[in-house]
Protein backbone atom coordinates (compact mmCIF):
# COMPACT_ATOMS: atom_id res chain seq x y z
CA UNK A 1 0.00 0.00 0.00
CA UNK A 2 1.57 3.54 -1.14
CA UNK A 3 0.90 6.27 1.96
CA UNK A 4 -0.44 8.80 0.10
CA UNK A 5 -2.89 10.67 2.46
CA UNK A 6 -3.16 10.84 6.30
CA UNK A 7 -6.11 8.22 5.98
CA UNK A 8 -3.86 5.75 4.17
CA UNK A 9 -1.27 6.06 7.52
CA UNK A 10 -4.28 5.55 9.94
CA UNK A 11 -5.38 2.72 7.90
CA UNK A 12 -1.90 0.69 8.12
CA UNK A 13 -1.79 1.54 11.79
CA UNK A 14 -5.42 0.24 12.67
CA UNK A 15 -3.69 -3.05 10.55
CA UNK A 16 -0.61 -3.38 12.38
CA UNK A 17 -2.46 -3.07 15.70
CA UNK A 18 -5.05 -5.42 14.77
CA UNK A 19 -2.34 -8.17 13.71
CA UNK A 20 -0.03 -7.35 17.17
CA UNK A 21 -3.13 -8.12 19.02
CA UNK A 22 -4.41 -11.26 17.20
CA UNK A 23 -0.19 -12.54 17.60
CA UNK A 24 -0.68 -11.26 21.78
CA UNK A 25 -4.10 -13.83 21.74
CA UNK A 26 -1.98 -16.67 20.49
CA UNK A 27 1.16 -15.86 22.68
CA UNK A 28 -0.68 -15.14 25.91
CA UNK A 29 -1.96 -18.57 26.62
CA UNK A 30 1.49 -19.91 26.94
CA UNK A 31 2.38 -17.36 29.49
CA UNK A 32 -0.42 -18.03 31.49
CA UNK A 33 0.44 -21.65 31.51
CA UNK A 34 4.03 -21.14 32.74
CA UNK A 35 3.69 -18.09 35.01
CA UNK A 36 4.31 -19.80 38.69
CA UNK A 37 2.97 -16.81 40.70
CA UNK A 38 -1.34 -16.62 41.20
CA UNK A 39 -1.44 -12.94 40.66
CA UNK A 40 0.50 -12.93 37.33
CA UNK A 41 -1.23 -15.88 36.03
CA UNK A 42 -4.40 -14.16 36.55
CA UNK A 43 -3.61 -11.16 35.15
CA UNK A 44 -2.76 -12.85 31.66
CA UNK A 45 -5.33 -14.31 31.84
CA UNK A 46 -7.51 -11.35 32.28
CA UNK A 47 -5.57 -9.27 29.67
CA UNK A 48 -5.77 -12.32 27.47
CA UNK A 49 -9.63 -11.39 27.25
CA UNK A 50 -9.05 -8.06 27.34
CA UNK A 51 -6.72 -7.96 24.07
CA UNK A 52 -9.61 -10.13 22.36
CA UNK A 53 -11.88 -6.74 23.18
CA UNK A 54 -9.23 -4.32 22.09
CA UNK A 55 -9.06 -6.46 18.55
CA UNK A 56 -12.63 -6.39 18.23
CA UNK A 57 -12.85 -2.88 18.22
CA UNK A 58 -10.31 -2.53 15.86
CA UNK A 59 -12.13 -4.31 13.39
CA UNK A 60 -14.81 -2.01 14.40
CA UNK A 61 -12.97 0.86 13.46
CA UNK A 62 -12.26 -0.95 9.86
CA UNK A 63 -15.97 -1.45 9.51
CA UNK A 64 -16.37 2.39 10.17
CA UNK A 65 -14.11 2.99 7.41
CA UNK A 66 -15.02 -0.09 5.25
CA UNK A 67 -11.91 -1.52 5.37
CA UNK A 68 -10.70 -4.63 6.14
CA UNK A 69 -8.40 -4.64 9.24
CA UNK A 70 -6.27 -7.91 8.18
CA UNK A 71 -4.00 -9.29 6.25
CA UNK A 72 -0.80 -6.98 7.90
CA UNK A 73 1.45 -8.92 9.64
CA UNK A 74 3.08 -7.01 12.43
CA UNK A 75 6.73 -7.56 12.56
CA UNK A 76 7.63 -5.27 15.45
CA UNK A 77 5.27 -7.62 17.59
CA UNK A 78 6.64 -10.18 15.84
CA UNK A 79 10.18 -9.82 17.47
CA UNK A 80 8.62 -8.98 20.82
CA UNK A 81 6.92 -12.00 21.27
CA UNK A 82 9.86 -13.97 20.22
CA UNK A 83 12.01 -12.76 22.95
CA UNK A 84 8.74 -13.65 25.18
CA UNK A 85 9.33 -16.78 23.92
CA UNK A 86 12.92 -17.10 25.48
CA UNK A 87 11.67 -16.23 29.17
CA UNK A 88 8.88 -18.94 28.98
CA UNK A 89 11.73 -21.75 27.96
CA UNK A 90 13.92 -20.25 31.11
CA UNK A 91 14.83 -22.71 33.56
CA UNK A 92 15.39 -21.35 37.05
CA UNK A 93 13.72 -19.80 40.07
CA UNK A 94 10.05 -19.40 39.40
CA UNK A 95 10.29 -16.34 40.75
CA UNK A 96 12.95 -15.10 38.34
CA UNK A 97 10.83 -16.77 35.70
CA UNK A 98 7.95 -15.24 36.59
CA UNK A 99 9.86 -11.52 36.37
CA UNK A 100 11.92 -12.32 33.25
CA UNK A 101 8.10 -12.92 31.84
CA UNK A 102 6.98 -9.65 33.24
CA UNK A 103 9.57 -7.80 31.41
CA UNK A 104 8.38 -9.59 28.05
CA UNK A 105 5.04 -8.54 28.95
CA UNK A 106 5.85 -4.73 29.73
CA UNK A 107 7.99 -4.68 26.67
CA UNK A 108 4.55 -5.90 24.63
CA UNK A 109 2.54 -3.38 26.52
CA UNK A 110 5.16 -0.35 25.60
CA UNK A 111 4.76 -1.05 22.08
CA UNK A 112 1.21 -1.01 22.20
CA UNK A 113 1.17 1.90 24.16
CA UNK A 114 3.48 4.10 21.47
CA UNK A 115 1.46 2.54 18.59
CA UNK A 116 -2.56 3.07 20.15
CA UNK A 117 -0.86 6.58 20.96
CA UNK A 118 0.15 7.42 17.06
CA UNK A 119 -3.21 5.75 16.12
CA UNK A 120 -5.11 7.81 18.41
CA UNK A 121 -3.32 11.08 17.36
CA UNK A 122 -4.36 10.11 13.43
CA UNK A 123 -7.35 9.62 14.26
CA UNK A 124 -7.60 12.91 16.05
CA UNK A 125 -6.03 14.75 13.10
CA UNK A 126 -8.88 12.91 10.99
CA UNK A 127 -11.47 14.59 13.02
CA UNK A 128 -12.61 10.55 14.25
CA UNK A 129 -13.56 11.54 17.23
CA UNK A 130 -15.95 7.83 18.26
CA UNK A 131 -12.20 6.35 17.16
CA UNK A 132 -10.49 8.62 18.89
CA UNK A 133 -12.40 7.40 22.06
CA UNK A 134 -11.96 3.96 21.35
CA UNK A 135 -8.23 3.99 21.16
CA UNK A 136 -8.03 6.53 24.21
CA UNK A 137 -9.92 3.65 25.86
CA UNK A 138 -7.37 0.79 24.70
CA UNK A 139 -4.35 2.87 25.32
CA UNK A 140 -5.76 3.87 29.11
CA UNK A 141 -6.14 -0.30 29.33
CA UNK A 142 -2.81 -0.81 28.09
CA UNK A 143 -0.94 1.89 30.69
CA UNK A 144 -2.86 0.26 33.21
CA UNK A 145 -1.73 -3.17 32.93
CA UNK A 146 1.43 -2.09 32.66
CA UNK A 147 1.01 -0.59 35.77
CA UNK A 148 -0.21 -3.52 37.42
CA UNK A 149 2.86 -5.83 35.42
CA UNK A 150 5.18 -3.62 37.42
CA UNK A 151 3.00 -3.74 40.65
CA UNK A 152 3.50 -7.65 40.25
CA UNK A 153 6.69 -7.22 39.69
CA UNK A 154 7.96 -5.62 43.00
CA UNK A 155 5.84 -8.11 45.27
CA UNK A 156 7.48 -11.18 43.45
CA UNK A 157 11.11 -9.23 43.81
CA UNK A 158 10.71 -7.85 47.25
CA UNK A 159 13.70 -7.38 49.68
CA UNK A 160 12.39 -10.34 50.89
CA UNK A 161 12.41 -12.28 48.27
CA UNK A 162 15.82 -10.80 46.61
CA UNK A 163 17.19 -12.33 50.20
CA UNK A 164 15.57 -15.91 49.06
CA UNK A 165 17.21 -15.50 45.59
CA UNK A 166 20.52 -14.59 46.46
CA UNK A 167 21.04 -16.98 50.02
CA UNK A 168 20.06 -19.97 47.27
CA UNK A 169 22.12 -18.82 44.48
CA UNK A 170 25.10 -18.68 47.21
CA UNK A 171 24.45 -22.27 48.58
CA UNK A 172 24.58 -23.55 44.62
CA UNK A 173 27.96 -21.29 44.08
CA UNK A 174 30.96 -23.67 44.32
CA UNK A 175 32.72 -22.46 48.23
CA UNK A 176 36.34 -21.65 46.48
CA UNK A 177 33.77 -18.74 44.53
CA UNK A 178 31.73 -17.36 47.59
CA UNK A 179 32.44 -14.46 48.99
CA UNK A 180 35.08 -14.74 51.92
CA UNK A 181 33.83 -12.77 55.36
CA UNK A 182 36.74 -11.24 57.16
CA UNK A 183 36.20 -9.94 60.24
CA UNK A 184 38.64 -8.12 62.88
CA UNK A 185 37.91 -10.39 65.18
CA UNK A 186 38.56 -14.29 63.22
CA UNK A 187 41.40 -13.26 61.53
CA UNK A 188 44.78 -14.75 62.64
CA UNK A 189 47.56 -12.96 64.48
CA UNK A 190 51.42 -13.66 64.35
Not at 28 to 44: I, Q
Not at 48 to 76: D, N
Not at 148 to 163: E, N, R
Amino acid sequence: MSLESLQDLYLEQIRDLHSAEQQIIDALPNMVERATNPKLSAGFTRHLEQTRQQAGRLERIGQRMEQKVTGKKCKGMEGLLKEGDEAIDEDGDPQLVDAALIAAAQRVEHYEIAAYGCARTYAEALGLNDDVAVLQQTLDEEAETDEQLTQISLSILSPDAQTRIAVEADADRPAARRPQSRSKNTEARP
